[in-house]
């Protein structure tokens, strides 16, 4: 116990800096998904192609090599100069991006064709359309997979402690070198990350309740 008072300190710095990313990151790749998901719904053949590529790529890469190619590929570049932290937000973001945007495409598609047809009767343009009548009734049906792949992207901030980002993770191999009490360290860090992952699913399920009653 002992030990874990000890680390508490660090552990608790690490937990600032974790949120700080994955919230950062989780708003970021909400915007790329929306995007990329509109790009993927959209008649411009070219729109698709940007869309898919990039979904494809993301999708079909590690995202410790995404991590790795935009921290030390991109700052091998005369022009870009990026810090830890801005390129785990990145990484972290693009890489939820890719998996919003097809929870946001499918989500869109499983709207019955006819809610747009009433949507046009009524004068709406096809952005009020998407805005008010589409997206609002997509997103009940998203917010389950929104959940698993929030909490996915949470985990995945994790990795960041390996460009040396002072991260829930990283904290926790410098408590463990400093306290040399290996078990209580990852224990303590385990239960902490156990938390965060049970009040974001709680969050979710207060959402999707909250939506059931509308």
């Given at each position: ?13 690490g937990l600032q800096v974790t949120l700080y990313i994955f919230v950062t990151a989780l708003i970021l790749g909400l915007i790329i ?111 389950p997979t929104f959940t698993n792949q929030s909490i996915i992207s949470l985990k995945d901030t994790s990795l960041l402690s390996i460009i040396g ?50």
């Amino acid at each position: 116990m002992e030990a874990i008072v000890t680390a508490l300190p660090y552990l608790l710095d690490g937990l600032q800096v974790t949120l700080y990313i994955f919230v950062t990151a989780l708003i970021l790749g909400l915007i790329i998904g929306l995007i990329m998901a509109l790009f993927r719904l959209a008649p411009l053949k070219i729109l698709n192609w940007i869309a898919k590529i990039y979904i494809d790529a993301i999708r079909g890469t590690p995202i410790l090599v995404q991590l790795f190619f935009i921290y030390f590929g991109l700052n091998t570049l005369d022009w870009i100069s990026l810090d830890k932290t801005t390129a785990g937000i990145i990484t972290v973001g693009l890489n939820a991006g890719a998996y919003f945007a097809e929870i946001i495409r499918a989500g869109i598609q499983s709207i019955d064709k006819g809610q747009t047809e009433a949507a046009r009767s009524l004068g709406l343009t096809s952005s009020q359309n998407m805005r008010y009548v589409v997206l609002p009734q997509a997103f009940r049906r998203m917010l389950p997979t929104f959940t698993n792949q929030s909490i996915i992207s949470l985990k995945d901030t994790s990795l960041l402690s390996i460009i040396g980002i002072a991260d829930l993770t990283q904290q926790g191999e410098v408590a463990t070198a400093t306290t040399f009490e290996a078990f209580k360290i990852w224990f303590a860090v385990g239960v902490i990350y156990f938390i965060l992952i049970y009040l974001l699913s709680l969050l979710a399920n207060f959402l999707e309740r909250r939506f059931e009653l509308r």
